[in-house]
């Protein structure tokens, strides 16, 4: 049996949610926007509930909730949603990191290129940006800052609570991709200040598909965010398109679960890591991890085992687990990893460089047993 190691890429369904996704196709049939009959609106009945146990996750109102296809869905609306108030006001500047996913990346380039300035914080080998380094290039023309809260390849946790703190300060739109921590950093996302939030339901064991985007009212008014596609006013014209009600529910009943459970979840992603870690001294390999420990996650380990190409040992060991070298939307092209080489890292070292990530669906003992066969074929190759 392989273990599944890449929750980082995405977490498997919760059985919970997809039975319960299985009832609301057979049972809540219709579109949650028809007016005119009772299945419209038990299907719009269910849409809300979702819409409320997404708001009690984030500790946000429901009326602040936006479902749409996924982060990088969520990521361009609250991006080039912009592009017309930017335009009206003269507010051109973008400030984000080397390091953020490619739906951040490839929207802010796409900007740059309608004249918008955009500068990439760079990082050190910590894997952390320095908030000054971002507060400081703040302008009167200064848009927007978007910055990621934990990375999804390092697993290194940014400090955004200092950024939100300041922007919040100084009247900037602060955009934070919470792909990978939300329903697991509950309370510290809840402290964040943030005006728009992304996330996808399947990396917290909702289905694939779904996602919202969070936007912050303040006095009264949502941050000028519109429409990037043109459709109906689903989503109140923010993402037009028939709601998915089935996915959207799935979304919510995730985010109840991981609202309810995320504290165990907490400390059984601890042991994990530290029985990792154990595995990884007991093995004899050298090893570094990428990244500071101090600062990571409990559900990622980023690890570069000395001298053993990663592509080599993923191939070889398919058959006991699945684990990768990066982001699963660049994994299929063989460059480096441009986290790790934002972070300074040696290019040999990012060579050997395995990203292995679990969650509340992992069993402890299927993780060290995946992670033994692992080391062992390591070993194996390094002699
Ligand atoms: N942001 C981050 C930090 C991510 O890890 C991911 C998924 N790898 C995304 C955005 C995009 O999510 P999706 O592919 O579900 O749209």
């Known amino acids: 049996m392989s273990t599944y190691l890449d929750y980082n890429a995405s977490a498997p369904i919760d059985l919970r949610v997809l039975n319960y996704m299985i009832d609301v196709y057979k049972n809540s049939i219709g579109n949650a926007d028809s007016r005119t009959h009772n299945f419209g609106e038990k299907a719009r009945s269910v849409v809300e509930t979702a819409r409320n146990q997404v708001a009690t996750l984030l500790g946000v109102m429901p009326d602040e909730i936006f479902f749409t296809s996924g982060a990088t869905e969520s990521n361009n609306i609250a991006i080039r949603g912009l592009e017309d108030y930017a335009n009206s006001t003269g507010k051109k500047h973008i400030i984000t990191t080397a390091i953020e996913h490619k739906s951040i990346l490839e929207t802010v380039k796409y900007l740059s290129g309608k004249g918008f300035d955009v500068e990439f914080v760079k990082l050190g080998i910590n894997g952390r940006v320095n908030s000054e380094e971002i507060l400081n290039r703040v302008r009167e023309d200064t848009l927007l800052v978007s910055v990621m809260h934990v990375n999804n390849e390092t697993?290194?946790?940014?400090?955004?609570?200092?950024?939100?703190?300041?922007?919040?300060?100084?009247?900037?739109?602060?955009?934070?991709?919470?792909?990978?921590?939300?329903?697991?950093?509950?309370?510290?996302?809840?402290?964040?200040?943030?005006?728009?939030?992304?996330?996808?339901?399947?990396?917290?064991?909702?289905?694939?598909?779904?996602?919202?985007?969070?936007?912050?009212?303040?006095?009264?008014?949502?941050?000028?965010?519109?429409?990037?596609?043109?459709?109906?006013?689903?989503?109140?014209?923010?993402?037009?398109?028939?709601?998915?009600?089935?996915?959207?529910?799935?979304?919510?009943?995730?985010?109840?679960?991981?609202?309810?459970?995320?504290?165990?979840?907490?400390?059984?992603?601890?042991?994990?890591?530290?029985?990792?870690?154990?595995?990884?001294?007991?093995?004899?390999?050298?090893?570094?991890?990428?990244?500071?420990?101090?600062?990571?996650?409990?559900?990622?380990?980023?690890?570069?085992?000395?001298?053993?190409?990663?592509?080599?040992?993923?191939?070889?060991?398919?058959?006991?687990?699945?684990?990768?070298?990066?982001?699963?939307?660049?994994?299929?092209?063989?460059?480096?990893?441009?986290?790790?080489?934002?972070?300074?890292?040696?290019?040999?070292?990012?060579e050997s460089s395995l990203r292995i990530s679990w969650g509340a669906g992992t069993k402890k003992e299927e993780a060290i047993e995946g992670i033994k066969q692992l080391l062992s074929v390591a070993k194996q190759i390094s002699s």
Do not use: W
Not at 166 to 185: N, P, R, V, W, Y
Not at 217 to 231: A, E, Q, S, T
Not at 262 to 283: G, P, R, T, W
Not at 292 to 311: H, M, Y
């Open 155 to 350: 697993g290194i946790i940014q400090p955004v609570k200092e950024i939100g703190d300041s922007l919040e300060q100084k009247g900037i739109l602060f955009h934070l991709d919470a792909t990978q921590s939300c329903g697991k950093l509950v309370e510290e996302l809840r402290e964040i200040k943030y005006n728009m939030l992304s996330f996808s339901a399947h990396k917290l064991m909702g289905p694939q598909g779904v996602g919202v985007l969070v936007l912050r009212k303040k006095r009264y008014k949502l941050p000028p965010v519109k429409n990037i596609i043109y459709g109906g006013q689903q989503e109140h014209g923010i993402r037009p398109g028939t709601i998915p009600v089935a996915l959207v529910a799935g979304c919510g009943l995730a985010c109840e679960i991981a609202n309810n459970e995320y504290k165990d979840n907490f400390k059984k992603a601890s042991e994990i890591k530290k029985a990792v870690i154990q595995e990884l001294d007991a093995s004899g390999l050298e090893y570094s991890i990428n990244g500071d420990p101090e600062f990571c996650v409990n559900t990622t380990i980023n690890v570069s085992l000395k001298g053993i190409s990663s592509e080599a040992l993923m191939i070889s060991t398919k058959q006991f687990c699945g684990v990768s070298n990066g982001s699963a939307c660049t994994s299929k092209s063989y460059s480096p990893s441009y986290v790790l080489v934002a972070m300074g890292i040696d290019k040999n070292i990012i």
